[in-house]
């Protein structure tokens, strides 16, 4: 871990400016080295599998649909966990949203929706501060009721509301108007080229078009809140102050930090990001407020942060990841599944190279075997069931835990009790 | 002080439940009231339906059925939570435990054995899967230091994805007769486990799976209490540390623990497939998740577990008895939620109380005139 990360770095640890701004510029060398690196591989494996969808604006456009409540989750999970609390709760607080988010947008308009939801995931999270932070329950046990409670409550309100509507019932809602969606103007040309099949400019032509035409106004909100949130707790002393509650809460109560303000605030914004994900999946996701519509996204958000090494941006390029599969999976796209299982041939054997390299035996060995067996499903079979295909991202996260989380590191205090003044 | 049944001590635990139940309820009328509803009219019709009218028979028969589920599951998860591990994974570990078992009990290569062993090879087949599913996560956890919470949650999905691939016509599955809905095949009559008579009044039989989640309750009572690995596990649950200083074997605890885990978990489906059902549907789920919440109500004491896990059950029977009162049932589900969530508080709050009386008995006996107040704050 570099030093900009441990919030009160020992004098000893605490690396020079300049090295710091050249250890970070060589981590943005190495991501672009490595996004490039797997775009050229993805579209090597597009041209040899012929799974055109592997790279079609239709993936990525559903890619980011998907990714975006994962990714709210996620975020949510990061607020809550920089400060100090463990947040399971996620998945009941994205519940309330997908409720908040339907009836707001009903009651309030488009843009109410959006407002209700968060708040309706804020109220969740308050609760799980109250019980957290201020009666030091133990954070899974909290998180595991709100989650019951979630589930309740939205199926107790729509049976006020929703069941009261013309088309809606206690299990979904009429259909909602739709939030405006904005596309680069230009872009839409991009499909001849991606018509082409060109090795790795129609790729492209394909991945940009999807990425920029049709795209909700609360995709793009969504979005900005990444680089926001890393503004936020990365650069400013509010930031700070958060993330020193989640490393050292002892040490920022001794300079003046208010401990329990500032994981009140982490864990209510940390439910309104929840809630703001559970509105998108009702609003944009699918236009109508379903029950089980969240089915699992708060967990898997919880996922992705911890797959990004409780950081935005690892944890937006877990949510992509789990986006991409998702939408391959939407898309009836076994055959690109199929394809997509070349590709982690040729990544999990790029690891074993890397691991062996740098002597790490086991961990090597271990990758290889995984990609051997990975070549040979591939080369024996045509099509993947869609089952494995639904289960492979939770496989991917699995793999990757595996092999990454030691070099993983939460907040130092995460999930641990605390008491003012305490010993 | 020396005494184990320090009155002062255990007040609190047991006041501290009942409390919150009523709290509980408390709460719940007033969510009633807000909506229109009368909540004594709520609570006088739940009362009737489950001991007093003509439906008790049928409602005693399917809460005690229903909470035999809740019982194995919560188990499961008390295990973990005395180690400090929480098993979120006994929902995935269960479906697959009863798909593979119900699918090997209906198939011939069970058929030659008598019955009674083919019940019992049905059981220790799914304890087996049940072990290896939940055994995945605790070898991540101890060779690569991936949290179990996450975990046992990933492998959750992946075994809804398995369940897909093997409830299909294809495979283990079949089109259940009069529908559309895909079971797995019905298990023979050899492999179905003998049930009690019926209460009169209804048809509904209490099934005898009954008799092995209480027997389970048991041993786990002695595991714990009575034996060294209980001991061992209970003290890492305590203080990791402190038990890995006396020397015990971390890594052995956690993987031996959550395999246990999950082999009660994989019995969870089984008394829906051997006493009831006798076959897996492909919407089976949930009870793992139940599971967890049961665990906190009891205590993770066998005991109190069994009374958690007949009060939800009979609450989940009481959706019909509000639904007859149009009142709507989902009321139910925010009652167990609120429920959950202040018996949690309460505990914590109990267990806080008591904790300062300890230290003012401690002054007392050494002599103190005061003892140091724990610190309170923010409450």
Known sequence: ??????????????????????????????????????????????????????????AFGAMLTAAVPIGLAGLGGLWSERSGVVNIGLEGMMILGTWG????????????????????????????????????????VSGVAITILGTGAARYLSSFTFAKMPGGGVTQSPYLAQLPRFSLPGVDHLDGLERRHWFLISDLGGIVRGLLTNVSALTVIAILLVPATYYVLWRTPFGL??????ENPRAAESLGVNVYLYKYLGVVISGGLAGLGGAFLSMVGSSIYREGQTAGRGYIGLATMIFGNWR??????????????????LRGGSDSVHGLL??????????????????NRAVGIASLVIAALAAIWFGTTRQLP?????????????????????????????????????D | MTSRFDIRRVLPSVIAPIAAVLLAAGICSLILISSGKNPSVAF??????????????????????????????????????????????????????????????????????????QILTVIIVAMVVGGIWAGIAALLKVYRGVSEVISTIMLNFVSGSILAYLLTTDRLGVIAPGGQLITSRPLPADTHMPNFTHLTGTSNRIVGFTLIAAALGFAYWFLLGRTRFGFDLRASGLNASAAVASGVNAKRMIVMTMVISGGVAGLVGLPDLMGHDYVVYTTIGGLGFTGIAVALLGRNHPVGIAFAALLWAFLDESRFALDLQDIPKETIVIMQGVTVLVVVVAYELAARISRRQQQRIVGQATGETQATPAPVGGA
């Not at chain 1, 597009?46 to 969808?53: E, F, L, P």
């Not at chain 1, 492979?392 to 793999?399: A, D, E, G, K």
């Not at chain 2, 059925?65 to 995935?92: C, E, H, P, Q, W």
Request: glycine share 14%; hydrophobic share 55%; proline share 4%.
């Open chain 1, 386 to 422: 869609i089952p494995f295909v639904q289960a492979m991202p939770y496989v991917v996260t699995l793999v990757v835990l595996a092999l990454a989380s030691q070099r993983l590191r939460m907040p130092a205090a995460d999930g641990q009790p605390y008491r003012k003044g305490g």
């Open chain 1, 1 to 58: 871990m570099s030093g900009e990360s441990t919030v009160v770095a020992p004098p000893a640890q605490r690396a020079s400016v300049a090295s710091l701004v050249s250890g970070r510029r060589a981590r943005l060398a190495w991501t672009l080295i490595a996004v490039a690196a797997g775009l050229l591989v993805f579209s090597a494996v597009r041209v040899i599998t012929g799974a055109q969808d592997l790279t079609s604006a239709g």
């Open chain 1, 312 to 329: 935005p941006g690892g944890l937006a390029a877990g949510a992509a990841l789990f986006g991409y599969t998702d939408a391959l999976q």
């Open chain 1, 241 to 246: 102050r958060l993330r020193s509650c989640g």
């Open chain 1, 101 to 140: 988010g339907a009836w707001g947008a009903i009651t309030f308009g488009v843009w109410g929706g959006v407002i209700v939801g968060a708040l309706a995931g804020a109220v969740g999270g308050l609760l799980h501060a109250l019980a957290t932070v201020t009666f030091n329950v133990d954070h899974i």
């Open chain 2, 44 to 117: 006088g019709a739940m009362f009737d339906r489950a001991f007093v009218g003509e439906a008790s028979p049928a409602t005693l028969t399917n809460i005690i059925n229903k909470s035999t589920g809740y019982y194995l599951s919560a188990i499961a998860v008390a295990i973990g939570f005395r180690m400090g591990l929480f098993n979120i994974g006994v929902d995935g570990q269960y479906r697959l435990a009863a798909v593979l078992a119900g699918g090997l009990g209906a198939s011939s290569m069970v058929a030659w054995m008598p019955g009674p062993l």
């Open chain 1, 342 to 359: 070349l590709f982690i041939t040729i990544a999990l054997a790029a690891i074993a190279v890397y691991q062996l390299v740098r002597g």
